[in-house]
């Protein structure tokens, strides 16, 4: 396989990205998102003019491309552009599409029992890693990338190494949970990675976690169009329903923004139904 060129262009970029301590992801999505830029133009993206910036971004949108994926885009060539190139008035040319703020999918504790219950085999190994999804409220490449030193069922507690946006964290490990890994652990004894993939030096991939998930849905007839990441916003919507402090969540979440933990306050329907109107104080004095 032909190794690709790094131009001093690209490399100065890496430098950049390196001088700032962006997170490996971060690096590799920015320099992706630049190259698509630079096949569309046809030429070096740092060539680039404010008129072609307007038909990149015209194109994204004739390409029907999700909000999300824009905006992702336009992070990338603003680092680009303001920070490699230093061509910091490029900025003033691109724009950012606001994303309908959607609620998240939750499921039921119920639900989440017949899912669990109905997770495919071989043996309890996706069964105890979706377990992890949902008892920690672990990310899927969070999960995939547990180590068995990350368990500690001393301190009763889960290390999360370089988490979303480079951090880490603690996670919670309740006492049923580490009854499940235990028993996965005597089961398949993994070294290194808590779940392996194939060759086991590999850790497991969050596609084939996210097949497992959409396998038991399906088996536990979940007719919500619940993903994988469900099982994430069902963890903080349970523990906002059982009256734990909304900033104890975010912590347990790795949020950065407590914003961002505050909107399972709109699926929070047990907290919703039992929060009283203040139509019924009204009332008593009627």
Not at 4 to 33: F, S, V, W, Y
Not at 89 to 102: A, D, I, N, S, T
Not at 105 to 116: F, P, Q, T
Request: hydrophobic letters at 40%; proline letters at 5%; charged letters at 25%.
């Amino acid at each position: 396989m032909k190794e690709e060129k790094t131009t001093p262009l690209r490399q100065r970029m890496i430098e950049d990205m390196h001088i700032r301590g962006l997170a490996e992801k971060t690096q590799q999505a920015h320099i992706r998102n630049v190259k698509l830029f630079a096949a569309f133009l046809g030429r070096s993206p740092d060539t680039a003019t404010p008129d072609d910036l307007r038909a990149w971004q015209l194109h994204m949108v004739k390409s029907e491309v999700s909000a999300t994926t824009f905006n992702v885009r336009i992070i990338s060539l603003r680092f680009f552009f303001g920070v490699t190139c230093g061509r910091e008035e490029m900025k003033r040319y691109m724009q950012f599409h606001r994303q309908p703020q959607k609620l998240p999918v939750v499921l039921s504790v119920e639900e989440v029992a017949a899912l669990l219950a109905a997770v495919p085999g071989p043996g309890l190994k996706y069964r105890a890693a979706l377990g992890i999804s949902y008892g920690a409220g672990l990310r899927a490449s969070e999960v995939c990338h547990l180590k068995v030193t990350d368990i500690d069922s001393q301190r009763m507690l889960i290390h999360v190494d370089d988490g979303k946006g480079g951090r880490d964290r603690k996670a919670m490990l309740s006492p049923s949970l580490l009854e499940v890994l235990r028993q996965y652990w005597r089961e398949s004894r993994p070294e290194g990675w808590l779940f392996p993939g194939k060759p086991k030096i590999t850790p497991l991939s969050p596609r084939q976690l996210n097949r497992a998930f959409t396998s038991a849905k399906h088996m536990a007839g979940i007719a919500k169009p619940a993903t994988l990441h469900t099982l994430r916003h069902s963890f903080a919507t349970h523990l906002l329903e059982a009256n734990t402090d909304v900033r104890v969540i975010q912590v347990l979440l790795g949020h950065a923004k407590l914003t961002t933990t505050a909107r399972y306050a709109h699926v929070a329907t047990k907290t919703i139904r039992s929060t009283v109107s203040p139509f019924e104080q009204m009332k008593l004095m009627m």
